[in-house]
C-alpha cells in the first residue's frame, strides 16, 4: 500500500531520519500505528536538525546558535533540555528559518500532538486510550516526506530569491523543455506546493504587468511554461483559482498581455473560467487598430482566438491590412483579406495604394485560388485594369506563379481574350498579354 512512499526512501537526505521513517513504514505494514507515529515524528526531529547543520555550514548565525545548543544539551545529557528543545523545534523554524511552509507547520504540529497521544498516557474518555488509525499513520508518513525529509535546507524566503535568480539570469534557457531541467537542479526541483504558487503568481504578475523589457517578460513566459511542466497539476489549480481572480480585475490597459500569454501558454485558456475567456475575446473584437495589430498574428493561429480575429480582419482599416502582410511569416486569413481587399479596389488612387502594400508582398503565396481571384477581379475591374501598377503587378504574380497551367487554364485563356478586347488600354497591356499567352502555348505544346 506504501509502496509509492518507500520509493521515497531513496531521496530521504539525512540518514538517520531515513531509519526512523523506513521503521515508520514497516510499523504500519504490521499494523503498528502508535509505533508508526512516534517513528515518524522523530525522523522529523532528525531531519530539522540536520537541514539546522545544513545552515550553519553555509554561514547562518541563527542556526549556528540552535545548533551549539543541541550540541551543549546532548554533551550534558540535560533531559529537561532535550525535551524542551524538542517539544520547540517547530516553533523555532517558523520563527527563524520558515523552512515550513504554513501548511506543512501545522500537518507537523498535529503530527507532534499525535505522537504525545501515543506515547502519553492520556485518554479521550473513561478507560479509553488514544487509538491511531491506519489513515493516520499513513498521512503522517506521507506529508513528512514528501513536505519535508526529502527537501533540502532552504528557508523559505530563500528558496523563492534563489528561483526568481535563476529565472531571471541571462543563462536561462529559451526552450521551455531546457529551462523545464536547468530549473529542475535548483530549488524548484522538488519544491513544496506553497514555493511553486509564489513563483507561478509572480511570474504571471510580472509578465502582465510589463516589468522589465521585453527579452525579460519573453524569458519570464519561458519560465512560467517550465514551472507548468514540472508541475501540472498544482499550477492548474492555481490557474483555475488566482489566475483567474486576477483576470477578473485586471484594467483594460494590461489585458493585451492577458491575452498574449493566454495564447503563449495554452494552459492559461484552458482554466480560465467561460467569462473571462469571453472577456478575452470581447477585449480582442474592440481593441484599438494598433493593439489588434500587435496581437493579430499570433491569434489567428491560436484557436480560442482565431475566429475573432479572422472577424475583426474584415473592419481594421487598409494600414492595418499592410501592417500584417509586412511580416516574417503571414497568416493565410492576413493573405485572404489583401487578396479580397484588392479585388474589390475603388479608384485607381486606392488600387495603386493597394499594389504597393497590401498585395507586393503577399505574392509568393498565392495560390490557385488566389489566383483565380485577381485575374478575375482585373476582368471585373476597371480600377484594376485600367492601373499601369496593376499591370506590372500581375505580370510578376503570373510569371513568379507556380501554379499549375491546367488548374488556371481557362481563367488564363479569358483574361487573354479581355485584354485583346480592350482596344487602346490593351495595347497598354501587350507585355501581359504576352506572358498569358506563353503560358498557355507552353501548356498546349505539352503532348498528353
Known sequence: MLANLEELLLNVRDSRSRVFIKDAIECYNVGAYRASVVSTWVAVVYDLIHKFRELEAVGNDEAKTIVARFEEIRRHEDISGSLDYERKILKVDRDRFELLSPDTYRDLERLQQDRNRCVHPTMQATNEPFVATAELARYHIRSALEDLLTLPAIMGARAESLVWDSIVAPYLPFSAEEARDYLKTGPLGRAHPTLVRRIVLRLYSEIVRGNGSRQQSYRMMKALSAVLLLYRSETESLFRDDVNKMISSETTERLETVVAVAVRIPETWANLSTVNQRKLQRYLSTSSEDVFKRLASICLESIPYSDVAKRRLSSVDDETIAFLTDDFIVEDAVIDQAVARYAASKSFA????????VLDPVVPYIDGSRLKILLQAFIDNDQISETREAAYLYQRIIDESSVAIEDIHQELLEFSQYINNKGEIGKRL??????????????????F
Do not use: E, I
Request: glycine share 4%.
Open 430 to 447: 501587350q507585355g501581359l498579354k504576352d506572358l498569358v499567352d506563353a503560358k498557355l502555348t507552353s501548356f498546349n505544346s505539352v503532348p
Open 350 to 357: 486606392q488600387t495603386r495604394r493597394l499594389s504597393a502594400t
